[in-house]
């Protein structure tokens, strides 16, 4: 009897897909006035906790884990906070008619965040990748994306290499503040969030979901719709799928051209390939203004979308590959 082989099967993303409704519930039905800056307050909060969950459920430990294996640790993080951004920002220097000058900010954005934790780690283990340094390098990368992301959207987006006084404001106490107290915290809560973790994850999740109504909302009172077109979206679209295969060609060349193993080509191809929607959407919320904020995730939502997919494919043909010992092209 031969084995059956793995097979690559979509599966839809059904919190992606909460938050598309989301965007569409804003777009019907968007916070104005009172309610616009009743639900203003009530993210805030809701990004600061978060962030602190963040914090606390982020292992020390993770990160310290596999920090021997540095190449592959700058590998990674030159892919995430290096190449990506010089990427984006080439992308949004084209010409209007192929890169829509509203989503120009979103795709900087999106250039400049940290990678994914559970989907870099989960695809590396399917893959049958380094998951131990998979855990250390994205653990890492959401670590230092807390403060490298603000500065890299300030010195990308702005001309004099700072943000503001109030995105500062925002930063330290919408994001570094319960960041650092979940962290310091996490001797004491952390056990207590480990054990309640399906569901705080959906008090997380949901955090996120008023966190994009609240910004789309602003963005469609601004008049959003009258500016972006279906066109603009298959602009996106498009622009996305290049972005993504340009990442994927450069760390699987990176990864061979410095003689790492494939289970370690996996790690860095996974680990390096990937921008967090957990993280973007909050930071994005804390960075800009509503109008701009509801703008700046849609590259981010549609890039989620399409990284999933194609990893997910990619990480079935690595483990093909590793069952039958062939090298992976």
């Known amino acids: ?98 890169t829509p000058p509203e989503l120009a900010v979103g795709l900087v954005f999106l250039g400049c965040l940290p990678s994914t934790i559970q989907s870099s780690i989960g695809f590396t283990a399917i893959a049958r990748g380094n998951v131990a340094a998979a855990v250390a390098a994205a653990s890492a990368s959401n670590l230092l994306g807390i403060a490298l992301t603000p500065v890299l959207v300030g010195l990308l987006l702005h001309a004099e290499g700072r943000m503001d006084a109030s995105s500062v404001e925002a930063i330290v106490l919408q994001l570094l503040v319960p960041f650092i107290a979940g962290q310091a915290l996490r001797r004491w809560v952390g056990p207590w969030i480990a054990a309640r973790a399906r569901v705080l994850s959906f008090v997380d999740r949901g955090a996120i979901l008023l966190v994009v109504y609240t910004a789309f909302s602003g963005a469609v009172v601004e008049g959003v719709w009258t500016r972006l077109s279906g066109l603009d979206l298959v602009r996106l679209l498009i622009l996305c799928l290049v972005l993504l295969g340009l990442v994927l060609a450069a760390t699987t060349t990176a990864a061979r051209l410095l003689g790492f193993d494939k289970a370690d080509e996996a790690a860095i191809v996974f680990c390096g390939s990937k921008k967090s929607l957990a993280s973007g959407a909050p930071m994005a919320a804390a960075l800009f203004p509503p109008a701009v904020a509801g703008v700046a995730m849609i590259p981010l939502l549609l890039f989620h979308q399409i990284q999933l997919m194609a990893c997910a494919a990619i990480a079935q043909r690595y483990a093909r590959r590793a069952d039958t010992g062939a090298e992976p092209g």
């Open 1 to 98: 009897m031969s084995e059956r082989k793995p097979g690559f099967r979509f599966k839809p993303d059904w919190y992606l897909i909460l938050i598309v409704l989301m965007g569409v519930a804003a777009t019907v039905a968007p916070a104005r006035d009172e309610a616009a800056m009743a639900a203003g307050w009530i993210a805030k909060a809701a990004i600061a906790l978060v962030f602190f969950l963040h914090g606390a459920r982020l292992s020390r430990e993770a990160v310290i884990q596999g920090l021997t294996h540095w190449r592959l640790h700058l590998v990674v993080l030159a892919s995430t906070f290096a190449l990506f951004p010089l990427l984006t920002l080439g992308l949004a220097a084209l010409p209007a008619w192929i």
